[in-house]
């Protein structure tokens, strides 16, 4: 073979011997870094298998000396994150609402937190997007029963709306038709004023039955939860026949007491996020 090498024309490179119907083979080794690129990876690859799970057996696979497997990666992972949480949700703890809104570390983790629950405990009733629907308020507007600051609405979530807590929000309105306290005709001008400021025997009915919850102007005292009544925002609807039914026998909701059923750092956290929402004071 060695007699038959010789440099090809074009490259100057000499010939292993090698031909193929006229076509003669380079002498081109592999370069020197890559032969020792794949010496190293061989070796790698063999410290691989002692020390790792690597090779398929009867029973599952080769176990490897450190015993490393996925599942316990994510356990140690899931621990870290646990830790880190255990201890924003002490700092949350010890902190003030105010507090908390103003460290943006904080802040940006009870807005997660809130969120997340929000959709497991409150999305029921107040929808994903706190969108709200009849009966159950928009958190997303501007207006509050109880008060929208970060204090209004962090003690709301822990007491409750006419719930079993000692303390919860309770605001009641009569029922002014089923109880007989205004004839038919006498709610359904009460209704139009609501809706139009325009009926003067509405005005008075109002004057005499409703302003010392609503207010003379309509705009609703948070000390009652008793609703602005000047505003596009209504909680069971803004037709004349929907005033006249909640006139007639109103509808109470309730929202339940969270005190004994969340810790007070994640109820914390909801009051962040739901004053984040937009409507917040």
């Known amino acids: 073979m060695a007699e038959n090498k010789n440099k090809d024309q074009l490259t100057g490179i000499e010939t292993t011997g090698h031909e193929w119907d006229g076509i003669q083979e380079l002498n081109l080794p592999a370069p020197r870094w890559w032969l020792w690129v794949f010496f ?87 929808g994903t997007g706190a969108e709200g629907r009849a009966g159950y308020p928009n958190l997303n507007d501007d207006d509050w029963l109880w008060g929208g600051k970060l204090q209004d609405i962090y003690h709301t979530i822990k007491v409750g709306v006419r719930s079993t807590h000692e303390n919860t929000r309770s605001g009641q309105m009569p029922a002014f038709g089923k109880d007989g306290i205004l004839k038919k005709e006498q709610i359904e001008n009460v209704a139009s004023y609501v809706l139009d400021r325009k009926n003067a025997e509405g005005a008075t009915i109002f004057k ?44 109470h909701g309730v929202m339940p007491t969270w005190e004994a059923r969340l810790p007070d750092d994640v109820i914390k956290q909801l009051t962040i996020y739901v004053h984040s929402l937009g409507g917040g004071e």
């Open 40 to 126: 190293i990876c061989c070796i790698w690859a063999f410290g691989y298998w002692i020390f790792y799970p690597a090779w398929p057996t009867l029973s599952g696979n080769t176990a490897g000396s450190k015993g490393w497997t996925s599942h316990k990666k994510l356990a140690e992972e899931q621990a870290e994150i646990v830790a880190r949480r255990g201890a924003f949700a002490e700092q949350i703890k010890q902190k003030s609402l105010e507090e908390i809104r103003k460290d943006p570390e904080l802040y940006a983790f009870a807005l997660a937190g809130g969120k997340t629950m929000f959709k497991e405990n409150c999305a029921a009733c107040h």
């Open 208 to 251: 005499e039955n409703c302003a010392a919850c609503h207010g003379d102007d309509g705009k609703g005292k948070r000390e009652f939860g008793a609703p602005n009544l000047k505003d596009s925002i209504w909680l069971y609807g803004n037709s004349k026949q929907a005033i006249m039914q909640q006139v007639t026998n109103p509808k």
